[in-house]
Every structure is written in structure tokens, then in C-alpha cells.
């Protein structure tokens, strides 16, 4: 069965090449629009799985269609907003993922794919991969650095299981590379660069934000093991 896929976006290069690479056999353009207003008249009349809706827009913006549909549609948003408040509104309003452009097609089409899941345990999983992908986003730590994924997967070990930050060395860093089929050094040593990237693009002021408190400023680095814990804590807690 072909995934329906409905794409609103008013910039012209952008929409010619989501077309482009969607127009195969597992996908079906059912619309595009280049403003709100006319995405909301063609959503009368069709009906797609997954909304890939840009938010500044002519007429009425994405947030304005996540208003009137945020809840009834599964919708990515694919924006060149990089603010977190921005993000945050973007998911309270019922958007299921939050892509910042540029991005590769492969990554949307994944987030595509995850969001045509449906079972529960899979949504739970979804709901907290979105919530650490935001986190990582609003701190500045991109997607396509090696760094992202070991990161995310020592986040999400250290929810399941709070006594393993003490073990970062002997037990989370062998389990994330085997994982990945890499070596533990290779895990530490990308988590470090990604944690140091967050930090030198300055987003300091996003991170004490985040976590509610003034926790860092620039001249100090959580070590791996802190900004894991602190992250898995911040998720356990709204979890309650």
C-alpha cells in the first residue's frame, strides 16, 4: 500500500525536489500547496497519511494548519526555524516531527515511515525519540554527526536503566557500540565532539533554558556521563 503524502511548502525548489524524490512506487503525491489557506481547502477533499508542512508561509502559516489540524493528521514539519521555542510549538501544537532544513531526503523519508507506526509500544518509542530530537536540536547538536545516534541511544539506555550511567566505561559504551558494531573509544570519543559541538555554537542560554535551571555556562563542559544522566533525568521526570 502506497503511503498518501501531502506537501505544503511555498518555496518552489524545495517542493519540485520533495516531489521528486517521493514520486515512486511506495508514495502518493495526493497534493501540494504553497500556502495554509490552500492546504486547508484541499484537505476537504483528499485525504493523506503524513503532512510535510513547512511553517512560514503566505496567507496562513504552518501553525495556523497546526491549529485546525495538529491533531487529526500525522505532520513532519520541515522548517529553516531553528529556535527551540519555535520547535516546542511547533510539537505542542500536535506536529509528530520537527525537521530542520537542510536536510537529507532519507532522513524524511525515515521519519515518514516511523510516523505510519502504529502500534503502542512503537509510539512510545517514537514519542521519546521526538522528545531527545528536540532536546538535541534546541542545544545544537546536529543530526549528521556520528556522535547523534550513540548519544541518543546512551539517553534512551540510561532511562531504561538509571544504574548504568555508573558504568558509562565497562557497561553503556560497550553496549552502544555493539549496538552500532563500532569499538567503546569510537562511542566516547563522538559523544565528546558532539557535546563539544553544542557548546561551541554557543547555545548555552537554550540549555540552561531547557533544563529549568543555569546549569553550564561557556567556560565549563558536562563530561559525557553528566549530560546523559542530566537528559535521561529531565525525561523520567516528565514521564511521571
Known amino acids: ?65 497546526l491549529e485546525r489540524v495538529g491533531g487529526s493528521q500525522k505532520v513532519i514539519v520541515t522548517s529553516a526555524l531553528s529556535a527551540g521555542s519555535f520547535i516546542t510549538k511547533a510539537i505542542n501544537l500536535g506536529a509528530k516531527y520537527y525537521m530542520m532544513k537542510p536536510f537529507r531526503f532519507e532522513q524524511l523519508e525515515s521519519r515518514i ?58 557497561r553503556l559504551y560497550p553496549e552502544v557500540a555493539q549496538r552500532f558494531d563500532t569499538s567503546p573509544s569510537k562511542v566516547e570519543r563522538a559523544i565528546r565532539h558532539a557535546i563539544e559541538v553544542a557548546w561551541n555554537r554557543g547555545k548555552i542560554e537554550n540549555i540552561n533554558s531547557l533544563f529549568g535551571v543555569r546549569v553550564y555556562n561557556h567556560n565549563e563542559k558536562p563530561t559525557n556521563g553528566e549530560f546523559i544522566a542530566l537528559v535521561a533525568d529531565k525525561m523520567l521526570l516528565e514521564s511521571v
Open 113 to 170: 515511515a516511523e510516523c505510519m507506526k502504529d502500534s503502542p509500544s512503537l509510539r512510545k518509542n517514537r514519542s521519546l525519540d521526538e522528545k531527545i530530537t528536540n532536546i538535541f536540536i534546541t542545544v545544537g547538536i546536529p543530526a549528521h554527526i556520528k556522535g547523534y545516534q550513540f548519544l541518543r541511544e546512551a539517553i534512551k539506555m540510561a532511562i531504561d536503566n538509571p544504574d548504568i550511567i555508573n558504568s558509562i566505561t565497562k
Open 1 to 65: 500500500m502506497k503511503t498518501r503524502l501531502m506537501i505544503v511548502d511555498d518555496n518552489e525548489d524545495f517542493l519540485d525536489e520533495c516531489v521528486a524524490y517521493f514520486s515512486k512506487e511506495d508514495y502518493e503525491i495526493v497534493a501540494t500547496a504553497a500556502d495554509g489557506e490552500d492546504a486547508l481547502e484541499k484537505l476537504k477533499t483528499v485525504k493523506p497519511d503524513v503532512i510535510l508542512l513547512d511553517l512560514v508561509m503566505p496567507k496562513l502559516d504552518g501553525y495556523g494548519v
